[in-house]
């Protein structure tokens, strides 16, 4: 069994550029969720992705935004990339939507804006 | 809205003691609860969960959790601290419409020697 892979594992961008972080949800997953952990903070749910659509946001401006791909693998863009973006952004996958479906993380992508 | 509260955001234990790491929750409606671990520079780990049935959750690697309505509690306890159980432990209740989980801020672990 797969587990969720993310690319890349660091990344170093400027304010202002836009970013792409990509994820692979684990075998048999059709539900992706993205969480932004900042430093010494528990993650903070962006959005989730369920059959390709986005299904909830938490409170994250627009250029936060999304893809989900019919392998249910997935994407997280960033435009206008601001200092306080700099964190640890998790994809998160499970086996279908629902209030009790445990969420299996990937290792994360540390993103550092300068 | 759904939320929790982990309490003491640094725990340290001998090895071999007890280990207790608190969470309170709020929710409006009967919630699901979850308890995670981090390892440094990983994702998080899925410890155990509570969804319905026996209000005593086993877990892996030792760690069990009791589900308390009347306190809003599910703390997490392991009666013989190892020093590989040194991380990050999150608390997570998910939301009405089980498309968020909320995690709280985290308790660090520390096991001595």
């Known amino acids: 069994e797969t587990g969720v892979t993310q690319s890349p594992t660091h990344l170093i961008k400027t304010r202002g550029q836009q970013v792409t972080l990509r994820c692979s949800s684990q075998?048999?997953?059709?539900?992706v969720s993205w969480y932004q952990q900042a430093l010494g903070q528990g993650p903070q749910f962006i959005f989730q992705?369920?059959?390709?659509?986005?299904?909830g946001r938490g409170n994250f401006p627009p250029r936060f935004s999304g893809l989900q791909f019919p392998n249910y693998s997935s994407e997280l863009n960033v435009n206008a990339l601001e200092l306080d973006d700099s964190a640890l952004y998790l994809c998160?996958?499970?086996?279908?939507?629902?209030?009790?479906?445990?969420?299996?993380f990937g290792n994360g992508t540390r993103l550092t804006v300068t | 809205a759904q939320s929790v509260t982990q309490l003491g955001s640094h725990v340290s234990v001998s090895e071999g003691a007890l280990v207790l790491l608190r969470c309170n929750y709020s929710?409006?409606?009967?919630?699901?609860l979850f308890w995670y671990v981090q390892y440094p520079n990983q994702g998080l780990q899925l410890l155990l969960k509570y969804t319905t049935g026996a209000t005593l959750v086993k877990g892996i690697n030792g760690f069990e959790a009791e589900f308390k309505k009347s306190e809003t509690s599910f703390h997490l306890t392991k009666p013989s601290a190892h020093m590989s159980d040194a991380a990050e432990y999150f608390c997570a209740v998910s939301g009405r419409a089980g498309n968020q989980f909320y995690f709280g801020t985290g308790t660090s672990l520390t096991v001595i020697p």
């Open positions: 929710s409006s409606v009967p919630p699901y």
């Open positions: 992705y369920y059959r390709e659509e986005e299904n």
């Open positions: 998160a996958s499970s086996y279908r939507q629902g209030l009790d479906s445990p969420l299996h």
């Open positions: 075998s048999g997953h059709n539900t």
